[in-house]
């Protein structure tokens, strides 16, 4: 059996299609889940990872844990999972934990208690990813139009069904204990850039709008943590030079290159019309 925590998100719901179509016994957890979310088969629990205890049911008979940065106990999450038999653990964790350790020391905390945890581990570093455009799904449909800071700065997002692809395949296969992937796009693209991706996958305009450093900040309070949003501006607006490099651990776990940021705006080109 592998749990998948967030169950319901955007790297969760694609990993428990892929395992549940492999032939996994799959438990997909989420704090609302319900079993119309999972495709038939898949066992729902609902759970709040901010509750360790809460998790208990979700891990009986586990052997494999997909776990994201959610709550302020991974060493509680974690001694759960060893107690009810999880021998490995997959943790879905942040590129900037590498390049801006202090300003990720929650993620980084997750980090350091997986791998005290005498788990069998991997950790996935993810970059930017490509469903971060979600955010414009309203603006556009409403006016066509597209807002964002810093048009010109490229970074490589990453499709999230490739981290779902890459975690499924890591959570399956031997040889990968131990391991940090940074999981990129193939590609470094700019705001502009992704605006004009999805004006290509609509067929019609899409007008582009530089946000001021202060709009910016105040359209990510409304959801983020002050100093979460500061670390993201930071990373979008300065990035480092790792930041912005493309990495070829997607092509690594999956034998095959990173889906650029193109073809995930055509095959999400519903969710903008």
């Keep these: ?31 609302h889940i319900t079993p119309e979310d999972v495709p038939p088969g898949v066992r729902t629990v609902a759970a709040d990872l901010g509750r360790p205890a809460d998790l208990a049911p979700a891990l009986e008979g586990a052997t494999a844990l997909f776990l994201l940065v959610a709550g302020d106990d991974p060493d509680g999450i974690l001694e759960q999972a060893a ?10 964790s942040s590129q900037a934990v590498g390049t801006r350790p202090h300003g990720y020391a929650h993620a ?30 309203e603006p556009v449909r409403r ?47 700019t705001p502009r850039q992704r605006a004009a991706a999805l004006a290509d996958a609509l067929g019609e305009p899409v007008d582009f709008v530089e946000q001021t450093r202060e709009e910016a900040r105040a359209q990510l309070a409304r959801f983020m943590p002050d100093a ?34 193109a073809a995930w705006a055509a095959r999400n080109a519903a969710a903008f019309r």
Aim: charged content about 20%; aromatic content about 6%; cysteine-free.
């Design 143 to 189: 006016h066509r139009t597209a807002a964002a800071p810093f048009p010109d700065v490229a970074l490589p997002f990453v499709d999230p069904d490739d981290v779902a692809e890459v975690a499924a395949a890591v959570l399956r296969q031997d040889g990968h204990d131990g391991v940090t992937y940074t999981l990129t796009g193939p590609g470094a693209t």
């Design 83 to 92: 107690a009810a038999g999880v021998r490995r653990v997959v943790l879905l």
């Design 228 to 261: 979460v949003v500061e670390g993201t501006l930071a990373v979008l607006g300065e990035p480092t030079a790792e930041e912005r490099t493309v990495t070829d651990d997607v092509r690594r776990v999956l034998g095959r290159p990173a889906a650029p940021f």
């Design 108 to 137: 980084a905390g997750f980090e350091a208690a997986v791998a005290r945890s005498g788990l069998r581990f991997t950790v996935l570093r993810s970059g930017g990813m490509a469903s971060n455009a979600f955010a414009w799904a």
């Design 1 to 31: 059996m592998i749990v998948v925590t967030g169950g319901t998100g955007n790297v969760g719901r694609t990993l428990v299609a892929r395992l549940a179509a492999a032939g996994e016994a799959v438990t997909a957890v989420a704090r």
